[in-house]
């Protein structure tokens, strides 16, 4: 079965920089698009990156623009979102999403979690 699993969250200072993996499983990982969300306490959760089967296509939220990079190697299965210049608003439960399947359907991991904080 479909399966994501998330790693690399923390603790870490304003201004700091952490890389996000997620490795899937139970799919043909190349043929589908791959995008992280987080939400924060008592806020819904947001999509902040996607990125499509071949890694060409390429979207963010506005306020990690220039900030976060997603990107895929499709020879692990695993996508991966840079983040630097961390600011406490980006503090959240990250998770990574795929969507497959007829009718389509959303497959979340576990989730990691992310603090900025000093």
């Known amino acids: 079965q479909v399966q994501l699993a998330e790693s690399g969250g923390g603790l870490v200072q304003p201004g700091g920089s952490l890389r996000l993996s997620c490795v899937a499983s139970?799919?043909?990982?190349?043929?589908?698009?791959m995008s992280w969300y987080r939400q924060a306490p008592g806020k819904e959760r947001e999509m902040v990156a996607s990125?499509?089967?071949?890694?060409?296509?390429?979207s963010y939220l506005d306020s990690v623009r220039g900030r976060f990079t997603i990107s895929r190697s499709n020879a692990d299965r695993t996508v991966y979102l840079q983040m630097n210049s961390l600011k406490p608003e980006d503090t959240a439960v990250y998770y990574c999403?795929?969507?497959?399947?007829?009718?389509?359907?959303?497959?979340w991991g576990q989730g990691t979690q992310v603090t900025v904080s000093s």
């Open positions: 999403k795929v969507r497959r399947g007829f009718p389509p359907r959303d497959y």
């Open positions: 139970g799919f043909t990982f190349s043929d589908y698009s």
């Open positions: 990125i499509s089967s071949t890694g060409t296509s390429l």
